[in-house]
């Protein structure tokens, strides 16, 4: 993704071309850019051989998961609809985790039926339940812990995840005593310890210090856990500092952990793995006029693009077509939505634009689609993934007649 003659390109195919033919807002991923990733992943942690688990949540298109599993990777799944459409994207049973709080009996029972990897449980009740439909399906099922260990991500508090107040996972008291349960259960087979401590971790220290209380948990459990899922949350770049987690030096951490450990190590990666091969292209609609800074009227709202809103979050924004002409007031780019959260971003010294200009959010491919809604009753944006330089239409604009 980049500029070619002063336009910019999504592998080799000019953004403006796209979104004249397929209108906007119009997300657009790159396969190359996702192929990379996924690569570059895989090098990073190549020495400790992990089973990795897309993160579904954060982009759960059909498509773009069925390019991630022929990749090699499995999926991190949530709920009974991630799981159903990873397994008919056509990822393999045995490469799925089902992870979070409220699985309910219907969601646990299909993942049993249909013999997934593990059922990471995080509380007393979840496990009695997992045994109870186990027992009746006359089935022994692979389950895994998920301890709480209080380690402070140093991301926004509203994506920390690991912390002793927040809802996930177990204390370490609970941990060892559902340790002892599990083990000694006729329906239940205890093969995982898993932790996840947040998303969009920049700093490695929190996984050091992660590390070091499964080291001492595991130590005092007196268990020979098959898999240790360390969870996912490794940060990306969403600005121009270039700043992400250093996946090298997290390498050398697990493979020091490794030592005194047998097992197998999952990941659960999305954002880093999607984040920055997603772009948003969105249309000026009008440029409001004001005193101190001038409002850009995008026909892409917060329904489309939640981030923002829901996190604070800052998405770079370019100009489709570049010019040397910047503008004399700050612009700030909004939305056409009632809330006053409608809003993307504030710039100084942007290129000065006009009305009808287009322009792109960056970095959109997590947590972009996934989070959108019909919120004001607008349509969801049509999805492109661009391949060898061919367009593929992934999920097309819903019709206004469809939710009226």
């Known amino acids: 993704m980049i500029y070619k003659k002063n336009e910019f390109l999504i592998d080799n195919i000019k953004t403006s071309v796209l ?5 906007t807002p119009l997300y657009c991923y790159s396969f190359k850019k996702l192929k990379n990733n996924i690569l570059n992943f895989k090098k990073n942690f190549k020495s400790i051989k992990p089973i990795i688990c897309f993160s579904v949540k954060s982009n759960p298109n059909k498509t773009l998961l069925g390019e991630i ?9 949530v709920s009974i609809g991630e799981l159903m459409k990873s397994l008919k994207s056509g990822i393999k049973p045995n490469k799925i985790v089902f992870s979070g709080v409220g699985k309910t009996s219907n969601e646990i029972e299909y993942a049993i039926k249909k013999k997934i990897l593990l059922i990471n ?13 186990a027992k009746k399906n006359n089935r022994k099922v692979d389950i895994g812990i998920r ?13 920390s995840t690991g912390k002793k107040e927040n809802k996930f996972g177990v204390n370490e008291k609970v941990f ?4 002892n349960y599990s083990k000694n259960s006729q329906n239940l087979k205890l093969k995982c310890i898993s932790v996840h401590i947040g998303s969009q ?11 070091k209380v499964l080291e001492k948990i595991i130590k005092k459990s007196k268990y020979q856990f098959e898999f240790v899922d360390l969870g996912g949350g490794m940060g990306i770049s969403y600005d121009n500092s270039k700043k992400r987690l250093n996946l090298k030096k997290y390498s050398v951490l697990i493979k020091k952990f490794l030592k005194k450990q047998k097992c197998q190590i999952i990941f659960e990666p999305g954002r880093s793995i999607i984040g920055n091969s997603g772009i948003l292209i969105s249309k000026v609609i009008y440029i409001k006029e004001s005193s101190k800074k001038d409002f850009v009227i995008l026909d892409v709202a917060m ?11 800052i998405h770079k924004i370019i100009p489709v077509k570049k010019s040397v002409k910047k503008s004399k ?13 409608d809003k993307f971003a504030l710039f100084k010294n942007f290129q000065k634009l006009k009305e009808k200009d287009l322009v792109i959010i960056l970095d959109v491919g997590a947590y972009g689609m996934s989070l959108s809604s019909n919120y004001n009753l607008r349509p969801k944006a049509t999805e492109l993934l661009i391949k060898n330089s061919k367009i593929k239409i992934i999920s097309k604009r819903q019709k206004l007649k469809d939710l009226i």
Do not use: W
């Open 69 to 77: 599993g022929k990749l090699g990777l499995g999926a991190d799944v």
């Open 19 to 23: 979104a004249k033919k397929y209108a």
């Open 303 to 313: 329904n489309d693009f939640m981030r923002p809103a829901l996190y604070n979050a």
């Open 121 to 133: 449980a995080e509380s007393k009740s979840e496990i009695l339940e997992i045994e109870r439909i």
């Open 147 to 159: 301890l709480n260990p209080n380690t402070d991500a140093k991301t926004l508090s509203k994506i």
């Open 201 to 211: 971790i920049l700093d490695i220290n929190p996984y050091k210090k992660m590390l």
């Open 176 to 179: 060892l005593d559902l340790v």
């Open 329 to 341: 007031k700050n612009y700030e780019f909004v939305g056409p939505i009632c809330e006053s959260t």
